[in-house]
């Protein structure tokens, strides 16, 4: 879920889009599941610690 909006920029047309489909309750979905995401032969994952 992507509760704020794609640019900081007040004169993008991105400006307040996101902003606005959440109030809306309209949310973005994500393109991959989970499971999608693990099946994929070139994953590579990293993890980093502080």
Known sequence: MLTYSLSA???SA???DQTVLFSRGQWVTGRFTGAEIAAD???RTTTVRG
């Open 9 to 11: 920029d007040p004169t």
């Open 14 to 16: 991105h400006h307040t």
């Open 41 to 43: 032969p070139q994953l």
